[in-house]
């Protein structure tokens, strides 16, 4: 979501490797199904640390942007943006990849709710997020140099409700998972602070709480213009009541927008230290 924000992909085929940590690093394909069981190869980037492994894996998820031509236009974050080095510079290999239908990935988009009303799915669209994200924890934890187990999962706007319902489903490689204004259906019409039937979306939050066994952590600013406070406490209300555990953030205001926190310049000196945190209590032998 977010045509702003800095949008990720990951792994296909080598390209590019200007080094580990600050450069290009490997543009490669990782395997993935959709939900005909069909076969589609997605694009992704991998950013190496520059230290010795064995590395642990970041598997790091991209939004959707509200105006449907601009999804074809992802890309993966390069590896010295600040989020990924964030990431690197604390041994992980990072890895981004693009969704299906989205960018050089392409192909139908497994994450489409529907129509705006009543029937509008959000859990199928972000269980469909889960499957992409699900491929690439596979694909990242059999790396060379990387660790088998204990990765991270963070994911932002649509990327962050698609992590949210990752952890509803059996993730035994996978120690911590963030979701950063996680949501779907903002900017409705293109519009912000407008969003399509958000009772549905915590709806579906409720769905993924009641089969989430592992503590997450959320985080949401106050000026987000696709998923501002009445709806980020909506989301986090229906999925506590169903059963999920979570450490729910509001870091206040945040640039123009707060939805850009993760990806905005400057963003980590107020996300790092909650990641910081969170990861060291959920990966206490980091």
Known sequence: MVRWAVLFGVLAGLAGCAGPGGGAGDIVRIPTTDDTGGSVQMVARVCRPDVAGPWRVVVINHGKSAVVAERAMQQPAQCGSEAVRWFTRRGYVAVMPVRRGFGETGGVMGENPGACNERRDYAHSALEGARDIAAAVEFATALPGARPDGAVVVGQSAGGVATVSYASLPHRKVAALISMA??????????????????????????????????????????????????????????????????????????????????????????????EEYIGRMLPNA
Request: proline share 6%.
């Open 182 to 275: 996680g949501g779907d259906g903002g900017h409705y019409e293109n519009r912000p602070n407008n969003n399509c039937h958000p009772e549905l979306l915590a709806r579906a939050l409720g769905q993924f709480g009641a089969t989430a066994t592992t503590p997450m952590l959320w985080m949401y600013t106050e000026n987000d213009s696709y998923f501002g406070p009445r709806i980020a406490t909506s989301l986090r209300d229906s999925f506590v009541a169903a059963g999920g555990k979570l450490t729910f953030v509001n870091p206040g205001r945040f640039a123009a927008d707060g939805h850009t926190l993760f990806f905005g310049v400057g963003g980590s000196l107020i996300w790092g230290p909650r990641f």
